[in-house]
């Protein structure tokens, strides 16, 4: 039963996926999303049915544009296969409600922000802004409280406050990310920020071994390490939340 369930989940989830990379190309150059029909980005050629579905094409065809050769980034059935996995995981996580639903929706758009972020460095107004206003929505229709909203707004002026002290180690997109992040996992958007913020510490340690100095110049973009942190804590922030209260007394 959870294993239909899932993968009643993961099936959509894969087409998503394949609709998030079409996002994560066009939106931040400002192109349709709809038309015209997706076109190697080497050749031009467009991109046929059979070419064009989700993972199992980009595994047929070695990861290679089958007219040209060209190489296809990896990031297209990445982002197909992590969509999925996250449906999957909110169908056996949360059961066949419409909160499994939202929660899948939720780890769609981090994944498309996540994958916008490493590509452009930025995370568009466009796609944050609208996302938390559903969210803020969604849970207060759910669940009239002002934990989303205060959640929300603590946890974007946390990394606002952040911001300011490290321009060059986070930026306003992640702000707002932030306020995203708060709207949708009320009181554990803590543990998001906790997990994130520390997992962004690991590459950075590993620049700083490998380039000393100079690593202070290179950055790394911030909003995937929340979106980790984000599903880390949809998936247990609770009981993380829990664990850690336990621990102050
Ligand atoms: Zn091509």
Redesign the pocket.
């Known amino acids: 039963m959870s294993f239909a369930l899932a993968a009643a989940f993961a099936a959509p989830g894969l087409a998503v996926g394949s609709f998030l990379n079409v996002v994560a190309a066009r939106l931040p150059l400002h192109r349709s999303l709809v038309k015209p029909r997706s ?7 467009e991109i046929s049915a059979r070419d064009n579905i989700p993972v199992l094409s980009y595994v047929l065809l070695r990861g ?7 190489h296809i980034p990896a990031r297209y059935p990445a982002v197909e296969l992590t969509t999925a996995l996250l449906a999957a995981g909110c169908a056996l996580r949360f059961g066949l409600t419409w909160y499994a639903l939202f929660a899948a929706a939720f780890c769609g758009v981090l994944v498309a922000i996540s994958a916008i972020d490493i590509e452009y460095r930025i995370i568009p107004n466009r796609i944050v802004l609208p996302a938390a206003g559903v969210a803020l929505v969604l849970q207060l229709v759910r669940e009239p409280s002002l934990e989303w909203p205060v959640a929300a707004l603590g946890a974007s002026l946390f990394l606002f406050v952040a911001a300011v002290a490290h321009p060059r180690g986070l930026g306003m997109g992640d702000v707002k990310l932030a306020l995203f992040l708060g709207a949708f996992l009320g009181w554990t958007v803590s543990v998001a920020l906790m997990v994130g913020l520390v997992a962004a510490l690991v590459p950075s340690v590993v620049l700083f071994a490998r380039h000393g100095k100079a690593a202070r110049k290179m950055t790394i973009p911030l909003g995937p390490f929340l979106a980790l942190g984000a599903v880390v804590a949809l998936f247990a922030g609770d009981a993380i939340l829990h664990w850690y209260l336990g621990l102050m007394h």
């Open positions: 076109a190697c980005m080497s050749c031009g050629h290679r544009c089958r007219h040209c050769g060209a």
